[in-house]
């Protein structure tokens, strides 16, 4: 059980540092945000099936930002210090 808080806590700061809002994340990974906020709170438990959601939600979010900004960097005009 401790394993599992755990890995709520860590999923929360994920999303929390990927900019993600709990109902954003709750809706696309087919959960009501009330019931990912308790669980985050440490009220209710999420099954193996819901963590993984949350897991792959987050994780595509970040892919998606890396490619945008893989592709602004490699579009950006160079930037040259002036002496």
Known sequence: MASRIK???????????????QGLVAHK???DRSHLSLAECGYVTLTSNELEAIRRVIL???????????????????????A
């Open 7 to 21: 890995v709520v806590k860590e999923l929360r700061r994920l999303r929390v540092n990927a900019g993600l809002s």
């Open 29 to 31: 990974a087919g959960l």
């Open 60 to 82: 595509r979010a970040v892919e998606q930002r890396q490619s945008q900004l893989k592709a602004l960097l490699e579009n950006a005009e160079p930037v040259h210090a002036e």
